[in-house]
């Protein structure tokens, strides 16, 4: 058995292997600009992965609304509230009941204390001093 | 741009150190990788801008999916290869024909003293035209197979075909190459041995 020839142009083989030589040979090659594009966009990919985008400044009251917990904490607390301010007119009127506090006479007198131990006359000498 | 300073390291450990923050990672796979991917698209469409526009993307994909790579599966090269390849066949679809066979580069006239050089670029525009008339397919198994030196199995991995697929649409493409250069062996100065 003989060895094929490797430069014998007739063989369909060989001869379409010469063709894929100059093809390598001939490989498109980058330009600089091209390269420049795609490296450019790695680094951007990379950036935005290192420093992604801050969140938008929250103003003052969705600031305040998110400390309290959204809504949810919001209305718990306003509940709270009002909740601390019935129990004071309750504890002021000695009824106990809120029922018994609005079937009282209008004419009765009523003394709302939302600050206890609060002193009339203090207050008076910082507005004279303002 | 400067060389690979990094030709010991594998692709896989790279595009780690690109997804780790390492920016002469990213330098080193684009020097690497991009002209791989660019050889590719340039070779089925035919067109450079086009090819240059489908390698771009294809990188683009590499870099995005970088943090999410699972080390071992598939080699860098072979995924960049099957994206090139799908992005390819999607234009070639969208443009409805084969490869643009008027966007095959015509050999220049002779210039003194480059009549070697001149052959060799006209057998390898032969060969270009020659390949932009096979089907996609065809085209595609015969580029990664004669002209980027892959073997079988990845072939079949890159075309998401079976290995004797891949042999089929390589033995059809070599026979219309064949025929399709036969013609032009003895003007390219391939008979003259």
């Known amino acids: 058995m003989t060895m094929a020839d490797p430069h014998d142009m007739t063989d369909p083989d060989i001869a379409l292997e010469a063709f894929f030589a100059a093809g390598r040979a001939a490989a498109p ?34 600031g305040l609304l998110s400390a309290l917990g959204g809504w949810g904490g919001a209305s718990g607390l306003a509940t709270a509230t009002l909740a601390g301010v019935w129990l004071g007119f309750a504890g002021v009127q000695g009824s106990g009941t809120l029922t018994a506090f609005l079937a009282a006479p ?20 910082l507005e004279t001093e303002g | ?76 090269s072979t995924w960049l290869y099957r994206v090139t390849s799908n992005l390819c066949t999607d ?5 409805g024909r084969s490869v643009a066979l008027d966007a095959v580069a015509e050999p220049e006239d002779g210039r003194p003293g480059a009549v070697a050089g001149l052959i060799e670029a006209d057998r390898a525009a032969a060969l270009e035209a020659a390949l932009a008339a096979l089907p996609d397919r065809q085209r595609q198994a015969v580029v990664l197979r004669h002209l980027e030196g892959l073997t079988n199995p990845e072939i079949a991995e890159i075309m998401e075909i079976g290995v004797e697929a891949v042999e089929s649409l390589t033995a059809r493409g070599k026979r219309a190459l064949t025929a399709a250069l036969s013609g032009r062996r003895e003007e390219l100065g391939y008979d003259n041995g």
Do not use: C, H
Request: hydrophobic residues 50%; aromatic residues 6%.
């Open chain 1, 29 to 62: 090659e980058p330009s600089a600009a091209f390269l420049a594009r795609v490296l450019g966009e790695a680094e951007a990919v990379q950036a935005d992965r290192a420093d992604p985008q801050p969140q938008p400044r929250q103003g003052i009251w969705a």
């Open chain 2, 91 to 95: 234009r070639l679809r969208r443009r």
């Open chain 1, 106 to 125: 209008e004419e009765a007198a009523i003394t709302l204390e939302l600050i206890p131990e609060f002193d009339s006359f203090a207050l008076a000498a």
């Open chain 2, 1 to 76: 741009m400067a060389l690979d300073l990094r030709s010991d390291v594998p692709d896989e450990a790279l595009l780690v150190l690109y997804a780790n923050g390492d920016p002469e990672a990213a330098r080193t796979l684009t020097l690497r990788l991009a002209p791989l991917a660019l050889r590719l698209a340039a070779r089925m469409l035919g067109d450079r801008t086009e090819a240059e526009d489908v390698a771009q993307e294809a990188m683009l994909r590499l870099w995005r999916v970088a943090p999410d790579w699972r080390q071992g599966e598939a080699k860098v």
